[in-house]
């Protein structure tokens, strides 16, 4: 590679079922790395196997692609070494304590937390998304860049629509995985949902579970709202996202664990990209993030609280356009790739170049 050529890149991303990446793939490298900023210093190529193409540098993410045993992973990197390629493994979640209470399901199975282990302890370096990540991982690894999540401008816009609904209508959003999340809170929503009847629904993107959802909620107006299947990809959905959630403002609960510990404030940058102001859980993935009152509510995680700060969203409709706006410029103005793709650039760089 000349000093002048792009560096060549290859993901290794996650998957589950050998084809597609899943969203935080696409999130947390791909988007980056294709980004415009940065287009002409990376060359750009990724799949679920290792290329024979000449690169100069692999990104392994999380699992990659949950089949090798250690023995055949440590001959995959060793073929990598003999190339003279950088090896990055690239991480946004503690999947070395996602199960570490008892009762909770066994994944990662201890033998796919040795691969993460391996893969982390082998790499020329690591980079994560909180810099509590980068504790857990640095018993493994010295090497370790925390570069915060940023979302691709372009593929988001703030809904300012009007609508004709005189309710108030607030939301949650997040995968099946954060089920008992919402469980936390059901009281909280079902306390407001009765008292201000008829005026308020609650809506739920996710989850997936209505058997759950209707057993929790019952009678009162709580609605699930399905994703169709061509938006389901991630650049279709943050289209879908933008145009249907029609929420005066969002909510994001968040148990505190320590695997929770290490999650970023992804859902804070959602809402905010798209005009949502939302109340969040007073952990560590919002704490440094949201501001409390200018950009968001912090909420402890307390039935009462809860129920205050969802009261206090639904009278105030002036307290919810101040935090649209702040939490939107904010989230523009600081957490975008236009502004952040070269923090990639520049940690691939020094990682190569250690």
Not at 55 to 75: G, K, S
Not at 132 to 157: G, P, Q, R, W
Not at 260 to 288: C, E, H, R
Not at 327 to 347: G, I, P, V
Request: hydrophobic letters at 40%; aromatic letters at 8%.
């Amino acid at each position: 590679m000349s000093p002048l050529s792009p560096i060549r890149v290859h993901v290794l991303y996650e998957s589950s079922n050998g084809a597609e990446p899943h969203g935080c793939s696409v999130i947390r490298l791909l988007r980056p790395l294709s980004h415009p900023s940065i287009s002409e210093q990376i060359e750009l190529t990724y799949g679920t196997k290792i290329p024979e193409h000449p690169i100069d540098v692999v990104i392994i993410e999380r699992l990659w692609v949950h089949q090798f045993n250690t023995i055949e992973l440590l001959l995959q990197l060793r073929s990598l070494k003999s190339r003279d390629i950088t090896i990055i493994y690239e991480t946004d979640d503690d999947l070395l304590n996602v199960n570490s209470r008892i009762g909770d399901r066994e994944w990662p199975t201890p033998d796919q937390k040795n691969i993460i282990r391996l893969l982390a302890r082998e790499a020329d370096g690591i980079i994560v998304s909180t810099k509590n990540l980068a504790k857990t991982f640095s018993m493994l690894n010295s090497n370790i860049h925390v570069i915060e999540n940023s979302l691709d401008e372009t593929l988001f816009y703030r809904n300012t629509k009007t609508t004709i609904n005189k309710k108030i209508k607030f939301g949650y959003m997040g995968t099946f995985t954060h089920l008992e999340d919402l469980i936390f809170v059901s009281a909280a929503i079902k306390n407001a949902l009765i008292r201000f009847e008829p005026n308020v629904e609650f809506e739920i993107v996710g989850i997936g579970d209505e058997y759950t959802i209707q057993n929790i909620f019952g009678e009162t107006p709580v609605s699930i709202k399905r994703v169709p299947e061509n938006s389901v990809p991630y650049e279709k959905f943050c289209h879908w996202m933008s145009e249907n959630l029609q929420w005066d403002f969002g909510i994001a609960p968040l148990l505190k664990s320590i695997f929770t510990d290490s999650k970023s404030d992804i859902k804070f940058l959602d809402y905010s990209l798209v005009g949502i102001p939302g109340i969040y859980s007073n952990v560590p993935a919002y704490a440094d993030t949201v501001q409390n009152n200018i950009t968001g509510i912090l909420c402890d995680n307390s039935i009462d609280q809860w129920t205050t700060q969802i009261e206090r969203m639904i009278t105030s409709k002036n307290l919810r356009l101040q935090l649209s706006d702040a939490a939107y410029e904010h989230t523009k103005n600081n957490r975008t790739l236009q502004l952040n793709a070269t923090l990639f650039l520049q940690a691939i760089l020094a990682i190569k170049n250690a």
